[in-house]
Every structure is written in C-alpha cells, then in structure tokens.
C-alpha cells in the first residue's frame, strides 16, 4: 500500500488532504473547547463583579441610611427623650423630619422607640412592628419583612440606635426606625446590571423574594430557582445584611455573542477548507497527474514508436515540459544520425577525458612537498633570527606528519611529543595566556595507546573551557600506572558547564557513535572498538570553576 501512494501523485494529494482536514478538526475542536472556556470563564468573572458591586451599591445605600438615621436624633438628649409629649419639641421634630424625607423621598414611615420600645414619636405612615422585630437594637441593622397590617407587601427596615448623655456617660437613649419602599433598591440592582443579559435577586433569611431585577433576554417568568437551575446561567450567591441573601444569574450565550461569531467562523473556515481541498485534489488529477501519466505511458512506448510525438498544446509547464520533451527527441534523432556519419564525436571525447585525468593528477596534493616547505619556512627563520617562527614551523611540521602516521597504535611517549608541539603553537597563538602542562610518569611512557588520543581532549580544554576567559589559564595532563591499567587525566581551570551541557556530555560518551568523525563521540568509539568495553572515560565540570576528563584504559593493546 506504501508503495502504491509513493507511486502515485493523486493518492498522495489525497493523502495530505485528509491529514489537512485531520489538522483541521483537531484545531476546530480544540478552538471549540478553548472559546466555550474562555467564554465560560468570562461570565463568570461578570457574575462575580456584578455581585460586588451589587454588595457595594447597597452597603453605601446603607451608609446614607445611616447618616439619615443620625440627622433625625442628633438634637435629642435624654431630656428630649423623656419630655418627648412636649409641643415645641414636637414642632422641632417635625420640621426636622420634613426637611429629611424630602432629601430621601423613599422614607414612609420614622418612629422613635425609647429603651423600653414604647413609641415617642411616628411620622408617615403608622406601622405595625411584627412580633420577631420588636425588641430594641444596639447597633445598626437593616432587615425586610411586612410592617403593615393592611398589606402583605415586604418593606425594609433600617433600625438606628441613639446614644445620649446621662450623668457626664454615654448611655443608649431608645432607637430610630425607617420603613422604606423599596423602589430606591430596587433601581440600584437594575443599574448594576448595566446592559447585561442577567438577573438578581434579594431574599431575606426565611427566602422570601424582596426584589427580582432582571435585564436582557431572561426568560420570561423564570424565578432565580429556575435560573439556578439553567445550564445557560452562571449563578452567584452572596450574604449581605442580617441574613439578606443577595443572589445574581448571568446568561453564557446572550452575554458573549462575539465568541458565538468567532466559532460560527472557524465552522465556515473549515467547510471552505475542506471544499477548497476537494477542489485542489480535482484539478491536481486532471490538470496534473492525469497528464503525468499520458507522458509516462508515452516515454515506455517510445522505444517501439520512435517516431511519434505528445503535441500536447497546453500554455503550462506540462505543456512546457511536453514541447521539451518533442524536442528533444527530435535532437536526440539529429544527433544519433550525426554520430553514426562522423567518428569525430568519439575522439572528442576520448580527449576530453584525457584532460580530465590530467586535471585530477595535478590536484593530487604530495605531502611531501608541505614538510619541504615547512623545513625551508623555517630554515629562512632562523637565517633572520626569527626564532620563534622557525620553532612554531618545525612544530606545525611535526605535527602534520605525525597526523598523517598510517598507524593507528603509538606509545605514550609520542602522543606526549605531539602535545608538547601542540603545546608550543597554543602558547605562541595566545601569546602565553593558556599554558598546557604535563605531568607523566616514566612506566607508562613505552605503553601503547591509540593516536589521536589525548590531544583532542586538550584541544577542547582550550577552545571551550579557556578561550572564553578573561584570565591566564592551564591545562594540566596527567598520566599514570595504577596496576595493570594506566589513567590519563586533562582539566582545566575555565568557564566549565552547568548541569544540561554536562548529561548531554555524558549521555554522548555513554552512548558513542562508531561512524562520528570529531569530537569527545569519536574518541569514545574508537576506544570502544580497540578495548571494547575494558575502559572508563568520565567527565566532570562546575561552572566556573573548570573541567576534567578521565579516562582508563589497560597497558596493553589487544589485536585488532
């Protein structure tokens, strides 16, 4: 089946149509569930400020009832309390009330209370005190519940204590009570909805509804139970004052009606898609792979129809490639008839590939010539006293020819010569800034070890532990007999490595790969391959502090 979709372009285009439309509906799904989320998320973050703000409007309301509460009593005294009967006080009384209720035109009812409840004083209109409301309260509350016997209608209460002096003391004097319609409350509810499709709702503690507010497309005669209940609504409760239950639903659809538009168009985009694929995949047969084919059937019968054509007149690259294709054979007939007349095309290319053997002689590079060179470069160092030169020179000389040693096994002793003149043309290059040194033991000089042993390990001590630092720097390799198995150390005093570099470091050596070329890999395979596993090559490094490899390995080199 593999095979087949490699062999042909319509399966193939049908194929990444269907892995598109695949993309497709995962992107449309999982958009789905992030807009029915956020959307979600949304709502309920309105509903949770429109119950703060429902929580703040009425605390302030309260606020002002207090301060109403306190123009009413801020004249008396105990005196007033006790000779409240008088006329003139009444008269003061009164023409201080009327200014108040006409400030706060939702009062309809003021009475004083003394500190054994009898009534001093009742303006408005005369309510009924219910029995569970009729005792004196020392602080400021504010409750629902009816207060008029002719009515079954809620009211609320706002009830104010009044203090006074008595005796150069601070005693309660009675208590100020304001019966409210419930129009001012109500108000502030509807304009904390602010254009939102969503609902709220006051109960007092026995969940008798004082007021339902609702704004929007809310369904017609629902009850907040039944908006509670509605998985279209985010509901949101809250506790206000002595037990009043402040309650809000939010519709998710009607308040987030540009979430709707957004998936209403990732839908649209998705079936213009997939129609727009369907298209695609059509005119890639008809206008593509179809004529692929004529063109391939055609190419298998040339050979037994030499002489027909495709004159296929299209203005496209099909056409292009068609017409080329005609051409062609027709310049491939003209010239096999001129290469059977002339034999001259043959001499031509036998030159031709002459020159070509010339050429690549010429290229071939005699390493023979590099260390004359290098021997005459410092030959002429040192007729001008150029010490240094001619040392570095004869360095570079030996090193290359000891990288071009066919042999893979060397001693120690060689590998710790070629370091030494690698030593010298660091040092030269970094103008003494990065030392290398080394500490060998006399035993291990005449042990065999692979080439190219050590001196990659110094190489990367100095390009990545020391380059890169501001101060002088050393490198340091050791080499030592312990038993039947010789230790070679390198480390440095540089940058180091965190911990990611350093298990990706490990990781490589642990895991070598035979076919790498450079690096700590190369090094690790190829240890692998002359000692199998009977070695241990270790890395360690701190940051800013610096890095050390060790590696061991038997003293002696098994055939290979």
């Not at 593509?288 to 495709?310: G, Q, S, T, V």
């Not at 410092?378 to 990288?403: K, T, V």
């Not at 001196?455 to 990367?460: D, F, G, K």
Request: negative net charge.
């Amino acid at each position: 089946m593999i095979q087949k979709i490699r062999n042909s372009l319509l399966l193939q285009m049908v194929g990444i149509t269907f892995a598109i439309l695949a993309v497709l509906a995962v992107t449309l799904f999982t958009s789905f569930l992030y807009v029915r989320n956020t959307t979600r998320a949304s709502v309920e973050t309105l509903a949770d400020s429109l119950l703060n703000q429902a929580d703040n409007a009425l605390g302030q309301y309260r606020e002002n009832l207090s301060h109403t509460a306190e123009l009413l009593s801020r004249f008396l005294s105990e005196d007033d309390m006790r000779f409240s009967h008088n006329a003139k006080w009444k008269s003061q009384f009164l023409s201080h009330y009327n200014q108040v209720a006409l400030e706060n035109r939702e009062i309809i009812s003021t009475v004083l209370y003394d500190c054994d409840m009898n009534v001093i004083m009742s303006m408005g209109k005369h309510p009924t005190l219910p029995k569970r409301q009729a005792y004196l309260r020392n602080g400021e509350a504010l409750n629902a519940d009816r207060y008029y016997a002719d009515s079954d209608k809620f009211y609320y209460a706002f009830y104010y204590p009044i203090f006074g002096k008595a005796d150069g003391e601070t005693t309660q004097l009675g208590m100020c009570m304001l019966i409210l319609e419930s129009w001012r409350i109500d108000g502030a509810l509807y304009n904390i909805l602010n254009n939102n499709v969503a609902a709220m709702q006051l109960s007092d503690p026995h969940k008798f509804d004082l007021s339902f507010r609702s704004f929007g497309n809310v369904p017609a005669g629902a009850t907040m139970e039944d908006l509670k209940g509605n998985p279209d609504f985010i509901y949101r409760e809250g506790t206000w004052q002595n037990g009043i239950r402040i309650s809000v639903a939010v519709s998710v659809s009607e308040n987030t009606s540009g979430s709707r538009l957004i998936m209403r168009l990732i839908i649209v985009a998705a079936i213009l898609a997939t129609i727009f694929l369907t298209v695609i995949v059509f005119f890639s047969y008809y206008r593509m792979a179809k004529p692929i084919r004529a063109i391939d059937r055609f190419i298998d019968n040339m050979i037994m129809h030499p002489d027909r054509r495709l004159n296929l007149v299209r203005s496209d690259e099909i056409g292009t490639v068609a017409a080329s294709l005609d051409h062609m054979l027709d310049e491939n007939k003209r010239m096999i008839e001129e290469i059977k007349d002339s034999k001259i095309r043959l001499y031509e290319t036998e030159l031709a590939q002459q020159k070509m053997e010339i050429l690549a002689y010429r290229n071939q590079i005699n390493p023979h010539f590099l260390y004359n060179t290098l021997s005459c470069m410092r030959d002429m160092a040192l007729i001008n006293d150029q010490d240094d030169i001619a040392e570095m020179a004869m360095a570079l000389s030996d090193i290359f020819r000891y990288a071009v040693k066919a042999s893979n096994i060397v001693t120690v002793r060689d590998e710790v010569s070629y370091i030494e003149k690698y030593a010298k043309i660091i040092a030269y290059r970094f103008m003494g800034k990065i030392r290398i040194v080394l500490d060998v033991e006399e035993e291990v000089l005449d042990k065999p070890i692979i080439r190219f042993f050590l001196q990659p390990l110094v190489e990367n001590a100095v390009f990545h532990g020391l380059e890169s630092k501001m101060d002088p720097g050393c490198v340091r390799v050791y080499a030592r007999l312990k038993g039947e198995r010789i230790e070679f150390t390198v480390e440095d005093d540089g940058v180091g490595m965190d911990e990611a570099v350093l298990s990706h470091l490990r990781e490589q050596l642990r895991n070598p790969k035979e076919d790498s070329s450079v690096g700590l890999s190369n090094i690790a395979a190829r240890l692998k391959l002359f000692y199998d596993d009977d070695y241990t090559f270790e890395a360690e490094s701190t940051v800013s502090v610096g890095t050390v490899m060790r590696i061991t390995v038997p003293d002696h080199m098994k055939d290979r």
